[in-house]
Structure formats: C-alpha cells, structure tokens
C-alpha cells in the first residue's frame, strides 16, 4: 500500500488581518489632510480623479487606478474636480513579499476589479462596519452574517496581491503619471465635465476655449491618446453609468440628462464604448453589489 506524503501549500501572500474596508462617494472638492499607520493599504478609484500623495511623491490617479501604501508612508489625497469613489482596504499581510508593492502604482484589469468586487460585498457582508464612515479603525462581525464571508473576504484580498504581483513580474508597467497635464489641458477638460449634458460641437469647444482644431486635438492625443469628441463621449457614458448606478431615473430620462438626442442613440454609444447595452451593465452593477461580488463590471476600463 502506498505511503501519501503531505504537501503544505506555500502561502507567500497571507493576509493576516484586517483593519478596514470602505466604499467612499466624495464630493468633487474632497481633500484628505493625510496620515501614516503601520499597516499596508491600497486605494483604488472606481470613479473620478485624484492627487495622491505617498511620501516625498505626488501621483495622479484616475479611474481603474490602484496605488499601495506601505506601513509607515505618510499619504494623502485631493479630488481633481470629479467627485471620486474609492475602495480603501487596509490590512496585515506576513511575510516579506509585501515589499514587492512598496511605492507601487498600477491600474487593475477585469478579474481585479471582481475581486475589488468580492472584498467589499463580503465584507458588507460580514461586517456591520458602515463602508463609508472614515472615522472607522475597526471591523466589528455583523450578527447572523454569511458562512464563511470574512474568510472569502480575506481569499479574494490575497488573490488581488497574487495577481497583482503576477502581472508585475511579468510586464512591468510604468507608474501613474507624476507631473500634472498643462493648464490649457486642464481648463478644457473642466469645461467639458461641466457640460456633459450638453450636445457640444468641436467647434463649440474650440471657439469657448480660444483654440484652433488641430491645437485641440493635438492637446487630447497627447493627455488622453485619443480625440476631444472621443474623451467628451466617454464623460457622457461615464455619467450615464454613474445615473444607472444610482437607480433614480429611466433610461430615457439618462439620455436626456446627459446630452443625448434620443435613448436609442444613447442606446447605440454606450454599447460601443461598454460592449454592453444600459439594461446589461444594470444587471450588471447590481450583481457587484451583492455580497457574493462574483460579478465582473466590464464596462468600468472606458
């Protein structure tokens, strides 16, 4: 008869503990004064735009950006007038494989983002912990809560380090941007975030901004890698995504409220740059919000 020899999985990323997890909506004014603690934490910006500090750097972090602060680093942050959401989870990990991510910046794909997903429904799940409250500096178990939720929590937590740790060894990207766009990028972009509820021409946007066509365009393909039109689309469906999201209006009543001529051309656009129709990425949304979190968002890397 044969003799079976156990094997003990290595564990190189294990989450001991955890501290906090939040779902932040901030006001497009939101500012951070900062703080250092002896714990990892990752940021992660589900919507919006931000001024990160991390120690001695400044970062700018947009949408689908994740940035790890390592225990003891002073870090900070200021919306860059979108109002942001963000996941921070702060947590324990043994080991010295955290190293990995000190000082690291990256942007996370679709499995990443449900596994963001998971973290933050099992541990509403779990938790009775208010996700948007600051002030929190603890987690306190919910009465009655799922079997197995905080260690699904704690799984998905450690699979989002491996994965990331994964794609770091394998393609190194570089970091999220550290010097600011220009201050002509910046005052267009702000003029289009306050008028994506109107239908704007490229005309329109050149003569209120005092620039020719080819500046413009110029301008976008340098901060954006695409056309002003293109980026002003993707406002208006990042705006439509964020009202589906809120569950208030019709969908008809979303096309008007983002400049849309007709639903059925708002139909059309949000397929293109979501590949899903309103009425998919709504079930879509809403099985984010479960506290399974198996459900991926493929429409948030617009």
Not at 259 to 280: D, I
Request: proline content about 4%; some cysteine.
């Amino acid at each position: 008869m044969p003799r079976y020899r156990p094997l003990r999985p290595e564990r190189p990323l294990a989450v001991s503990e955890i501290y906090t997890v939040h779902y932040f909506e901030y006001s497009g004014s939101y500012a951070f004064s900062g703080e250092a603690h002896d714990f990892w934490e990752i940021l992660y910006v589900d919507r919006g735009e931000l001024s990160v500090t991390a120690g001695e750097r400044s970062v700018e972090l947009r949408q689908g950006g994740l940035i790890f602060h390592a225990p003891g680093e002073f870090h900070a942050l200021a919306a860059r007038g979108v109002a942001p959401d963000l996941i921070v989870v702060s947590f324990n990990c043994a080991g010295g494989e955290m190293e990995r991510f000190r000082g690291c910046v990256t942007e996370v794909g679709e499995a990443e983002r449900a596994l963001l997903a998971r973290i933050v429904g099992e541990s509403a799940a779990a938790f009775s912990t208010r996700q948007d409250d600051p002030a929190t500096t603890g987690l306190e178990r919910r009465e009655g809560a799922p079997f197995g939720s905080e260690q699904l929590a704690a799984a998905a937590l450690e699979e989002l380090l491996v994965r990331i740790a994964r794609r770091m060894e394998a393609a190194p990207r570089p970091e999220a941007e550290e010097t600011p766009p220009d201050d002509a990028f910046l005052r267009v972009r702000a003029y289009l975030e306050q008028r994506v509820g109107e239908s704007l021409t490229l005309e329109d946007i050149c003569r209120a901004n005092l620039m020719g066509r080819s500046r413009l365009q110029q301008l976008f393909h340098e901060h954006t890698g695409g056309g002003v039109m293109e980026y002003f689309g993707r406002l208006k469906i990042n705006a439509a995504r964020r009202l589906i999201r809120e569950g208030r209006l019709n969908f008809t009543e979303i096309a008007a409220r983002c400049g849309f001529q007709s639903v059925h051309y708002f139909s059309r656009r949000f397929r293109q740059l979501t590949h899903m129709s309103p009425s998919e990425y709504a079930r879509s949304v809403r099985m984010l919000l479960e506290f399974s979190g198996s459900a991926d968002d493929s429409a948030n890397n617009l």
